[in-house]
């Protein structure tokens, strides 16, 4: 499957508040999300697993991937295009062997070491980060800035997707740096108008990949 990583928008029902994540995810699809992760830390099985069949009706009808993080099981009970496993999940060849060689494997990274072991590994794709901070993981470690982004997408021929405290003002770094993409929470999950934050980023980002190009 080919992927369009431009925008990876990943769920989490607390940063949504009052409104529905199935609402939320729509205006970012309609906003130009290409990506979408159900992430959700502090769910039940069975509430992964509902979530994520009503999530991945949205998707497949936008002709989107939907990743499932974390949660091999969930990616597979609900037939989910691929699973992102971090550093302290399942270890990667393992989630590979898992999924089969078809569905999307992706890899949290934020070092060149870790970045290369995960390609060995089978990962189709690397989350690189948090590269300027987030509120949404509090254990994410120091930033790694833009440098650890370059430094990771000279090191791999994977895709690199940047996450970690980006928003409109800092995402072209991100992809000046190396990055086919970026992920985000906040910037869209938490927006007054989802689709509207969306539409900025996905601008921002093509245009700095425009750029690249010529």
């Known amino acids: 499957m080919m992927v ?14 009052e409104r529905s994540i199935l609402d939320v995810v729509r205006a ?5 999300a290409s990506v979408i992760q159900l992430r959700e830390k502090e769910a039940t099985t069975r509430e992964m697993i509902e979530l994520g069949q009503a999530l991945h009706e949205i998707t497949r009808a936008a002709g989107i ?7 091999v099981d969930v990616a597979l009970a609900i037939d989910a295009e691929g699973v992102h496993v971090g550093q302290d999940d399942m270890p990667a060849a393992i989630a590979r062997r898992l999924i089969g060689p078809d569905r999307i494997l992706g890899v949290s990274a934020r070092t060149v ?7 060995r590994d089978g990962a189709d794709y690397l989350g690189v980060g948090d590269i300027y901070g987030t509120p949404t993981k509090p254990d994410a470690g120091e930033p790694i800035g833009v440098a650890g982004v370059a430094a990771i997408t000279r090191a791999v021929s994977i895709p690199v997707v940047g996450i970690g405290g980006i928003t409109p003002a ?19 999950v938490g927006a ?14 093509e245009e700095v990949k425009k750029g690249r190009k010529s």
């Open 113 to 119: 070491e870790e970045a290369v072991q995960a390609e």
């Open 28 to 32: 970012a699809i309609a906003g130009g």
């Open 65 to 71: 991937p939907l990743i499932v993080n974390d949660r």
């Open 192 to 205: 007054a108008d989802p689709e509207a934050a969306a539409r900025q980023l996905r601008t921002i980002v």
């Open 170 to 188: 800092n995402a072209a770094a991100v992809i000046e740096a190396g990055a086919v993409g970026v992920a985000v929470i906040s910037a869209v």
């Open 4 to 17: 369009d990583w431009t925008l990876y928008v990943i769920t989490d029902r607390r940063v949504a508040g």
